[in-house]
Every structure is written in C-alpha cells, then in structure tokens.
C-alpha cells in the first residue's frame, strides 16, 4: 500500500459564460511511496492546487480516485484526512487567536485534547516559541507561515502535504523551514511537496512528477531526470540581441544568457554562430545542466512523456 495513490484523476471545470472547460486534471495517475520526499512541479495553471484540493477534500474529482494510506479521500474522508497534513498555499487564519489557542484549536478538531507537550515541540522546531501567546494577526507572513505548518502537524499525520510554502518567504525561514520538514522525512514522515523554486525540489525530492496542462509529462528519481538532462549550458553575460535560432533555444535573464548545449561540438557551433552574428560575450562558463534546464527543456517539448505511458502510469 502507497502513502498517496493517484488514479486516473480528472477535474474538469464546466464552461462559464463564455470561458470554454478547462480540463484541469486529465487521467493524472501516480503512487507515493511511504518515507519518500516526493516533487510535484509544473509551470502556473498545471493543475497542482487542483490536486492538493481534491486531496484535501475541498474539492471534487470529476472521476478517478486518491488514497491516502489506502483511506479514499471522498468515501473514507475521516480517516484519509487524519493521515494527512495539508500546509495550504494561502495563508489563511483566524486573527482573535493566539498561536497556542490556534494550534489547540486545530488539535481538538482531531479530537486531541491534552496536546500541549506535541505544540512546545511544534513551536520550538519552527522556532515559534517566543510567540506562543501573540495574537495571529500582529504576526509577520513569514511568522504565520510558520503557524500554518505547526498547524498541519498537531496530529502528527503520517503524510505531509506543503502547496508553494516558501512563496514569498525570507531565505532565513526557508532554510528553518527545509531543516525542520527534511528532519520529518528522515524520521519517516511523506512528503509531498509543490514548488515553483526548482533548486529547492532538485535538493529535497527524491522523486519527481512534472504536470504540464493537467498531465503528467514526467515521472522520475530526481537523479534521472537530471542525468537524462542535455549534458551542458553555456552560460554567459551580454548587452546584444542573440540571432533568433539561438534566442529560441536560450533562457535570457536580463544580461544573463544560458544556451543548453548536448555535447560539444554543439557548443563549438553556439560560440562559431555567437561570433558570426557579432553578438559579445562576458563571464562565459560552461555548466553541468540543472532541474530548471530539465524542466525547460521538458515543459517546451511536444508531449513526450519521461516515465510515464500514455495513461500516465508509471513504466
Ligand atoms: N474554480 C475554478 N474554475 C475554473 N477553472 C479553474 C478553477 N480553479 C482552477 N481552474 C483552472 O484549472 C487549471 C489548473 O489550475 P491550478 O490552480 O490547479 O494550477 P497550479 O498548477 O496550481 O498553478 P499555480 O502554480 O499558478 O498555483 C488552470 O487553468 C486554472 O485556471
């Protein structure tokens, strides 16, 4: 039995007005394995919030089914949701609470009534503790976000669910943040997470589901996606419009150039048509690929699945 199992799972959102359906899920199909750090990646509009929200019981799927711990999460929704803990993405809190009444709050609505020693635990892991007694409305983002994650966590759920949690947040509150949910995982906690910060994904997630329009384009270790990635990047710093066989190819970041590269001759031939155009460079280097190139690359290419067949189970 998987801590999360997805099948098949289709959102479709009917025509209003004049706006056509939207096929938000489409057959998304998936399991995730119990201990495991698991990505779900994709750029804005793939359907991750969708997913997390039928996970979570707030929405409906139009058809197919999610388990979580073999508990459905519509026919079994008490016993799915006792499993999990859902970190939403909006920060979204009660502003006449104090942080310890929220957090006992939550805890009774799991039936916990004597909880306290769990939330110190909580509130000193996310380094709260001198805000046991503050309201929640004199509290920073940064701070309620904090809350937010005690909050999942009062019933010690065994799946932990985090849409976007470092949206907006300090790099001080991230890494407290990835130290406390990493130091979970390694005492065997799932984790789910969704993250438009691809650097965090490539360092936490063991595993990797990449959703592009309500599919699953990918399914795969992180460390193979990154090995099946294109080899290199050139990468370097220029004030000249690039020659637009190359621009289509390039991600461009202001000055900041980076052309992927497969091998290299192809290098040699992005430098010859660099020269040729008279397009000057700076601090040029020459990079192993990373899980922004793999995504690019993957999120740009004609439907061609990684892992996955058509249904979009995994190989
Ligand atoms: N209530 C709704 N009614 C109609 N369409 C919706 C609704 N909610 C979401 N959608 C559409 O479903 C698709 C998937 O949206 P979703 O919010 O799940 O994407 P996402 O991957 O979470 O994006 P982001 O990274 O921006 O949060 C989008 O096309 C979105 O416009």
Redesign the pocket.
């Known amino acids: 039995m998987s801590a999360i199992s997805i099948q098949s799972l289709v959102k479709t959102?009917p025509p209003?007005g004049n706006a056509p359906a939207?096929h938000?899920l489409d057959h998304v199909s998936f399991d995730i394995g119990h201990g495991e750090f698991f990505g779900l990646l994709?750029?804005?509009?793939?359907?991750?919030?969708?997913?997390i929200?039928i996970l979570a019981g707030l929405a409906r799927a139009s058809s197919g089914s999610i388990k979580v711990h073999g508990f459905d999460v519509r026919t079994d929704y008490v016993q799915a949701r006792r499993h999990l803990g859902i970190v939403p993405?909006e920060l979204v809190f009660d502003p006449f609470f104090t942080v310890r009444e929220a957090l006992r709050f939550q805890s009774g609505y799991f039936g916990l009534n004597r909880n306290d020693d769990w939330i110190d635990e909580l509130l000193a892991g996310l380094g709260l503790s001198d805000k046991a007694n503050a309201n929640m409305r004199q509290l920073s983002g940064g701070m309620k976000r904090r809350v937010l994650v005690a909050q999942a966590l009062v019933h010690r759920p065994p799946v932990i669910v985090l849409d976007?949690p470092t949206a907006g947040v300090d790099v001080e509150l991230r890494q407290t943040l990835w130290h406390f949910v990493a130091d979970l995982n390694r005492k065997g906690h799932t984790v789910l997470l969704?993250t438009?910060y691809l650097e965090e994904a490539e360092a936490l997630c063991h595993r990797i589901a990449m959703?592009k329009k309500?599919r699953v384009i990918a399914l795969e270790k992180t460390s193979t996606l990154l090995a099946n990635a294109t080899a290199n990047v050139l990468h370097f710093k220029t004030d000249a419009t690039l020659p637009p066989a190359l621009a289509q190819l390039a991600r461009i970041t202001g000055r900041m150039v980076e052309l992927p590269a497969h091998d290299p001759q192809e290098i040699e031939q992005h430098l010859a048509a660099l020269r040729q155009a008279g397009v000057p460079v700076e601090e040029l280097e020459i990079r192993k690929a990373d899980l922004e190139d793999v995504f690019i690359t993957l999120m740009n290419a004609p439907s061609c699945p990684t892992g996955v067949d058509a249904k979009g189970v995994q190989a």
């Not at 994709?42 to 997913?51: E, F, M, Q, R």
């Open positions: 959102f209003r939207v938000a994709g750029p804005n509009g793939a359907g991750k919030t969708t997913l929200s993405q976007e969704t438009h959703l309500g």
